[in-house]
Structure formats: C-alpha cells, structure tokens
C-alpha cells in the first residue's frame, strides 16, 4: 500500500528555507573570502574602498525604483490560504507596472549619482571616467534586478524558498569566477562592475525558470486598478523604509570615505567583513520564517505568530552571543591570515562592530514581522528619526573620534528603533505581552559578561595558521553557545528553543 508524501509543516518549510539559505551564503561567503583578497591586490586598497563606496551609494537607488518584488513577496504570503490564481497572477503582473512606474524616477537619481560619483568618492579627474563607467554598471545591477527579482518574491512569498538552493549556490561561484576574471583581465574598476551587471541579469533569468517549474500559478495578468494601487502603495511604504534602512546602514562607508579616506574604508570594510557575515545569514534565516509568520498573521492566528516571534528572538539572542563572542576572539586572526595584519582595526572597533551586528539582528528581525503583518508604514516613521539621528551623529562622532565614533554614533542612532519596534510588533501582533525587565536583564547581563572576556582574550591570541583558526572558531562556537543557552536563558525559553530543534528534525510532524 502505497503512502501519500505528507506536505511539508511550516516549521519544515523554514527550516528547509534556511538550509537553502545557508547554503547560499555559505558559496557566498566562500567566493567572497577568496575574491576579496584579489580585488584588494588588484584594484589596490584605493580604489578597492572606492569599490565598495560605489556599491553602497548605487544601493541607495534601489529604493527609489520602488521595491514591487518586496510587495510582491509580502502580498503572497498573506495570501497562501486563498489559493486564488488569478489574484496572484494580477499581482505578478501589478509588480511590473509598478516597476516600470518607479523606472523613470530611478533612471534620473542613477543619472545624477553616476554624475557625482567621482566627487563623493574622492577620487583624481584622471579616475573619473572609469568610476563614472563603473557606477552606470552597478546600477544597472540595481536597476535590473528589480524586475528580475519578481519571480524569486513569488518563491519566497508562497514558502518554496527552498527550491532554488543548489543553483543559487552556484551562481554565486559563476558570480565569484567571473568577478576574478575582470580583475586578472586588467579590466580594472569598471570591468569588475560590469561582471556584477552580467550576475544580476544570469540570477534573475534563472529565478524566473525555477519559478514556472515550481509555482503551478505563475504568470502575469493584467492588473486591475485597485491592485496597482494596493501594489503602489505597499512598494512606497516599503521604498521609503528602505532608504530609511540604507542611510542607516549603508551610509558609514560613504561618511568615512568622504571625511577621511577610501583606504581607511577598507580596513573598516576588512575588519567588520565577519560580523556582517553573521548579520546577513542571520538576516537571511528570518527571513525564511517570515512568509510562514504572514500566514499565520493572514489567517489572524495572532497568539501563534506571537509564539513564533519570541521563539525568533531566543534564538537570536543565541546566535548573536555566541558568533558575537568567536568574532571578538578571533576576528585579529582572521584578518591578519586573511589580508595582512595592518588591516584589523583594533580591539575598540572590533568590539564596537560586534555591538552594531547584534542591534541590527533585533531590529532586523522586529523590522521583517512588522512588514509581514502589512503595516510598513508604522516602522518607516521610526526609522526616519533614526536616520537623522545616526546621519547627524556619524558625521559629528567620525571627525571627532575616526572609526570608533563612526560605530558610536550608528549605535546611539539607532537606539530608537530598538526601543520602539517591539511596541510597534506589540500593536500590529495582538496577543504579544511586553517584554519584562527581568526577562532582558539576565540575557544582557550574559552577553555583556561574555564579550567582555572574549574582547581582552582576542587582542592577545593570534592564531599561526588556518587550521589552529578554524579549530578555535569552532570551539568557540560551541562554548560560547553552551554558556548563553545556560546563562542566558531563562527555563521555559530553553524549553522551547529544544522543542522547536525537535521539530525541524522531526519529519512526522
């Protein structure tokens, strides 16, 4: 007698999610450790730093071209009980009328950046052709990648995430290959750019397959006008938070760059290379819960989806503790073996970026159920009293203080996201009880005394070769997990942090 396969639960499609993710970023991670080394000997450390100033102030367009795919994404998972095909195939067809409306606004920001960008980068008027070249090709990147990243929302969107894991991974191997490939061609600044438009247009073609193979839906119709409104509204909400977001997160390399130096972005960009790894795939892990949370908040199932978030942010706490604490211990090492030892910014900023990824870890992951819940618009007003206030002290703090008051002043700035988006999850999750002082307390209390070990044992050990390396991280790990789990968390959120490892192992389920 023949068994039907039973459908994957939503702890399973997450989990398999993460996986994929993982997967993802590992190859990412990967090709990056191995491509950053040659860029920098390439490019030079100049104009290694003009590259990634060029990358952040490129992404800055992405928000103006209005962010359908996210909309996209968000309105599908919300969507996942109705099974309504058409409806989803207007809404397919609703995110490109919306992209092809923002186009043009996007066009004439990218014209005028492209334009400047040789000032803000502080480079020579013999550079300025080729930093000019190299920006128009990031941001076709950017501009491309919005249209083609319709099809990746739809997977995303209906929790098939997952179906896509072996050929992201290797993409970004094709991506790394033909990134080094510039760089040993002698196509310099500009070539390197381009290899990243030829990614973005191979990425997303292949996206678009994996989604008609695996989406039985998927297609465009054409859109009613109460969905391009919907779509139109929902993308600018989300357009206006994530330039919100880019300001605040991807402004400190412009900010350094321009009031000191490309070089000394570099060794900002080296020294925070690991924690910013970690804040990503921790990123990249939320995000796989997020289109089963929109279900659950769909289907105003708030009590559960109130459940998965403090489960979401146990784990965070562990995550960020124990990889926070192997950063701080091993992170000299890492770049000294990595590029040289002249590259690491010290004990203090090593230190201040480890506090920077945690604050980002909780604020992401508040910011990703506040948008799964469909109200953008509550967190947009928050962040742009952050933005002034990290804009305002990141300038005032780095020409006082250099690095450390570039990291300063990104933590004091955002202090008001961390304080205001838990009450803002509080009111769009009905059901979530605040938080209570002593429940904070103690986690605070274990980090602070962890990292405070870790930052005075990491600028005394320095590790003689990769194996010895890899041997400690993965020691550390372990430990720094063990005392978090103990420590840190309280009875009944170790209990559930085992019970939810049961079921994403439990395949019954």
């Not at 996942?80 to 004439?108: I, M, N, S, Y």
């Not at 500009?190 to 989604?211: D, E, H, K, R």
């Amino acid at each position: 007698m023949t068994t039907a396969a039973r459908a994957p639960t939503l702890t399973q499609k997450a989990s398999l999610t993460v996986v994929a993710y993982g997967l993802e970023y590992g190859a990412k991670l990967a090709v990056g450790l191995v491509i950053t080394p040659i860029l920098v000997s390439r490019l030079g450390q100049a104009l290694y730093g003009v590259f990634e100033m060029l990358g952040r102030l490129t992404s800055y367009v992405a928000p103006v071209a209005g962010r359908p795919p996210e909309a996209l994404r968000l309105v599908v998972a919300s969507r996942q009980a109705a099974q309504d095909a058409g409806a989803e195939r207007r809404a397919v067809g609703g995110a490109v009328v919306v992209w092809l409306l923002f186009l043009p606004l996007a066009t004439v920001v990218g014209a005028v950046l492209t334009w400047y960008a040789p000032t803000l980068a502080g480079v020579s008027p013999e550079l300025a052709g080729t930093v000019r070249l190299a920006c128009a090709a990031l941001l076709g990147a950017v501009l491309l990648g919005g249209l083609l990243a319709v099809p990746e929302s739809v997977l995303f969107g209906m929790n098939l995430g997952y179906k896509r894991m072996e050929l992201q991974a290797g993409l970004s191997v094709v991506g790394g290959v033909l990134t080094a490939a510039a760089a040993y061609a002698g196509l310099g600044l500009a070539g390197v750019s381009g290899a990243q438009l030829a990614i973005a247009a191979i990425t997303g073609l292949c996206y678009w397959g994996i989604a008609r193979a695996y989406v039985s839906w998927f297609g465009a119709e054409r859109p009613t006008r109460s969905d391009i409104r919907a779509l139109f509204a929902m993308s600018g909400w989300l357009s206006l938070g994530d330039l919100i977001a880019k300001l605040l997160l991807a402004s400190d390399l412009v900010i350094l760059g321009v009031m000191r130096s490309p070089s000394l972005v570099t060794t900002y960009v080296l020294t925070s290379y690991a924690a910013r790894a970690a804040v990503n795939l921790h990123s990249a892990a939320v995000a796989a819960a997020m289109p089963g949370l929109g279900g659950l908040i769909g289907r105003r199932q708030f009590a559960w989806a109130a459940l998965v978030r403090r489960e979401i942010l146990g784990l965070t706490w562990l995550f960020v503790t124990a990889v926070g604490a192997t950063i701080l211990l091993w992170n000299h090492s890492f770049v000294a073996l990595w590029v040289g030892p002249g590259q690491w910014a010290g004990p203090t900023v090593d230190l201040l970026i480890v506090l920077t990824a945690v604050q980002t870890a909780f604020i992401r992951t508040d910011s990703s159920i506040i948008d799964a819940a469909l109200y953008p618009w509550s967190r947009v007003r928050v962040g742009a009293v952050a933005a002034v206030l990290t804009l305002g002290g990141m300038v005032v703090l780095t020409h006082w203080w250099g690095l450390p008051g570039l990291c300063l002043g990104i933590l004091a700035g955002r202090a008001v996201q961390t304080l205001l988006y838990p009450r803002l999850v509080r009111a769009s999750l009905q059901g979530v009880e605040p938080e209570r002082l002593r429940s904070t307390a103690r986690p605070l209390a274990a980090m602070a005394l962890v990292f405070a070990a870790a930052t005075a044992l990491g600028s005394r050990i320095v590790a003689p070769g990769w194996v010895a390396w890899a041997g400690g991280v993965v020691l550390s790990l372990a430990l720094g997990a063990a005392i978090a789990f103990v420590a840190g968390l309280a009875p009944d959120a170790r209990r559930a942090v085992i019970a939810r490892a049961r079921a994403i192992v439990d395949r019954r389920r």
